[in-house]
């Protein structure tokens, strides 16, 4: 069936996950996802996204495909750079004001909200640890985020994150001076890295 190979093509190059968007893009009917889910060869996780039933529920890219404006960001941004060892047990997410969606107080999420000028600063793609595409702020606006918090985050975890950044052979110092002063936290950033630097 021409549908079912179509769908297949599009679940292989999203590492297992197809939604209901990227069918109706495709030109596929969508009573062809109904199909496959009465087969058992699909399994619907939520409204408008499936998976194979072979495939690990991947969280994170859930949240960012139910809430699309949300950018993953903080303690959620730092661990998904690898600059945190710890798991999140909830997930920060940052949307621009006026963004609201009732069911977001219901997901595991701690929410963030900016203002439009600053929430595309930083945007960057990184890897879920399930190989899945996510849209997280970039190391730099992370940083800024974490020392701006108003003291949110636990010290170690800011301390870590700025060691590490502080080693790493690819730190663009110019670049977190600029987003810190855009985000006007420029003497914060400015104290932590004199120490390391």
């Not at 496959?36 to 408008?48: P, T």
């Not at 499936?50 to 949300?70: H, M, S």
Request: one cysteine or more; glycine letters at 4%.
């Amino acid at each position: 069936m021409l549908c079912n190979e179509n769908i297949q093509e599009i679940i292989n190059k999203h590492n297992g996950f197809i939604t209901a968007s990227q069918v109706t893009a495709a030109n596929i009917p969508r009573r062809c996802l109904t199909e496959l889910v009465n087969k058992n060869e699909l399994y619907k996780i939520s409204r408008g996204i499936y998976a194979r039933p072979d495939v690990w529920e991947d969280e994170l890219y859930i949240l960012q495909y139910r809430y699309n404006k949300g950018i993953f960001s903080h303690e959620t941004a730092l661990y998904l750079h690898r600059m945190s060892d710890r798991t999140p047990s909830k997930f920060n997410m940052t949307f621009p004001h006026g963004y609201h969606a009732s069911s977001l107080s219901t997901e595991n999420v701690i929410i963030k909200r900016v203002i439009p000028d600053i929430y595309e600063l930083g945007i960057t793609s990184l890897k879920s640890p399930w190989g899945n595409t996510l849209r997280v702020y970039d190391i730099e606006r992370t940083l800024c985020d974490i020392v701006k918090g108003n003291n949110t985050t636990d010290i170690q975890i800011v301390n870590q994150a700025m060691k590490t950044y502080a080693g790493s052979k690819t730190k663009n110092i110019n670049k977190l001076m600029d987003v810190a002063e855009k985000l006007r936290v420029k003497p914060k950033i400015l104290n932590n890295m004199e120490v390391l630097l």
